[in-house]
């Protein structure tokens, strides 16, 4: 198996889209790329607006050439139903129903989006809880679980896939935090994870401590019970300046069991790019050049 990031928070955009290649089957995982509206009081920058459109030009030559799309939940960082729309066409799509364990924004939105590609996939299937077999690769999906940590921003699904090697796509957990999102990975042992990492960037408010806590030791038991090559963790983490002091704990529970702890963008061998956390940091050197 063949596992490429295409578009994330550590290469400087709003995305976990992920492009997986097994033996007999291409598959994209959340074709979608979105900025911060805001941050720090700043819309986004323009190097931001120009990687998000790179990113986006990425995800569409992949999703191309893919055989199967798989969007894990309805939110424009995973999905996109305005651009594109033609790689969708003779497509096997897996989708989070669009009706059931879903909140009120997402299921409008849901709804939008399947009015938009109806009659371009070959294959539709709702994925919460399904196990699929296609040719030599299995896909298997979770139960609907929480976009974090109860239901308020609805719910996404877990996605494992299967060719001998095991890979396991967390969606957008937050974490995780709760017992059933870390359940779904410890129960089918992968050896390797992308984690979209706790909200630690709105910590106190947003997101408790408690629930950091929570997801520092989830993390440590995936690294302990599972056979990992790695753990990758980035999204919603790659948000915080502070991300790698926030998690010290699990980086040094995976150094004794000689595990690598690392962002999509060190697994892809590109720099870590945190575009959205310096935003201010373009901002103000924008207004020095022009001073200058």
Known sequence: MKITPLAFDSFG?????TFVETRDL????????????VRYGYPPHPVELDRENEHWVD???????????????YHYDHHNPNEELRIYKDKTVFIKHPTE??????KNRASFFLSQIKGLPKRLEYS???????????IKFSKPMFHGTGPKLGYVTEVLIDDGYRFIHSSDVEGPSVEDQVNFILQNKPNLVILDGPL?????FRYSYESLNSSIENMIKIIDRCPLDSLIVDHHLLRDLKWKERIGEVFKAAEKKGVKVQTAAEY?????????????????????DKRQ
């Open 128 to 138: 919460d809880g399904g196990e699929f077999q296609l040719g030599d690769t299995k």
């Open 59 to 73: 995800i569409v030559r992949h999703a191309l050439y893919s055989d199967v799309l798989i969007v894990t939940h």
């Open 13 to 17: 955009t709003r995305s976990m889209s």
């Open 268 to 288: 892809a061998g590109k720099q870590v790019d945190m575009l959205e956390a310096y935003r201010k940091e373009h901002y103000t050197n924008s207004k020095k």
């Open 200 to 204: 630690s960037y709105m910590l106190g």
């Open 101 to 106: 364990k879903i909140n009120f924004s997402q």
């Open 26 to 37: 291409k598959i994209l995982i959340d074709p979608g790329v979105s900025l911060a509206p």
